[in-house]
């Protein structure tokens, strides 16, 4: 049982390309969600997905796409990124109980 | 929507000295309200939580109390340990969304040996 996978660990980009963020959980949980940490900001939501099928904007979805691939599968898209966008990612899935669980983190580099 | 508002942001205590971080929430049908705590490099994880219907809920050297009526809750460690220095996020989640968290913005622990 791994629990919540994402990959890559550690990503650089220059301004104005494009990546996908992976993020897996093998815990046959509904929702799925995506944060970004900054440092003094907590964390903040981007999007999630409630259940297979449907996704909604977070806090601060600007920049960002997802997709809700099935229900183990929920991508995150930077179709052109910005040096703002230098963050660290969670991806994280949720339980009937609302504790939610996160998978290891995506340290991002926007040059 | 919700906002949640987390201080100190930084808290420095003795090993063996007690530790309290405190939060408060904007959205009153707020109903769940966790603690998670991050290690450097690490995932944050869940370490305890607690719901509008109680007041205080504890697990062995941590405890959380919850005013609903001012809108605040707290985190408590006692017996403070080295380990337990981490950084510390409070969240809560509004009645109007059964799928959305809202953290606090964190506070960082440093327990001096």
């Known amino acids: 049982n791994a629990g919540v996978t994402q990959t890559p660990k550690f990503q650089v980009l220059k301004t104005g390309q494009s990546m996908t963020l992976q993020c897996a959980q093998d815990?046959?949980?509904?929702?799925m969600y995506w944060y970004r940490q900054d440092p003094g900001m907590g964390l903040r939501l981007i999007y999630y997905s409630a259940s297979e099928g449907t996704t909604d904007k977070g806090e601060v979805p600007n920049g960002y796409n997802v997709s809700r691939l099935n229900k183990r599968e929920f991508s995150l898209r930077l179709e052109s990124a910005a040096p703002s966008q230098t963050s660290v990612y969670f991806c994280?899935?949720?339980?009937?109980?609302?504790?939610?669980?996160f998978g290891p983190g995506t340290r991002l580099t926007v040059t | 929507g919700e906002n949640v508002e987390q201080h100190p942001s930084t808290l420095s205590v003795q090993e063996g000295d007690s530790a309290v971080i405190k939060c408060t929430y904007s959205?009153?049908?707020?109903?769940?309200f966790p603690w998670y705590k991050q290690e450097l490099g690490k995932r944050p994880q869940l370490i305890i939580d607690i719901r509008s219907n109680v007041g205080e809920k504890k697990d062995q050297r941590i405890a959380v109390t919850l005013n609903k009526t001012a809108k605040h809750f707290s985190l408590h460690i006692t017996e403070t340990q080295p380990e337990d220095s981490a950084v510390y996020f409070c969240a809560a989640k509004g009645e109007d969304s059964s799928y959305k968290l809202i953290f606090g913005s964190g506070t960082r622990l440093l327990v001096r040996p």
């Open positions: 994280a899935s949720r339980d009937t109980t609302y504790e939610q669980y």
């Open positions: 959205d009153s049908a707020s109903n769940y």
């Open positions: 815990m046959n949980h509904n929702s």
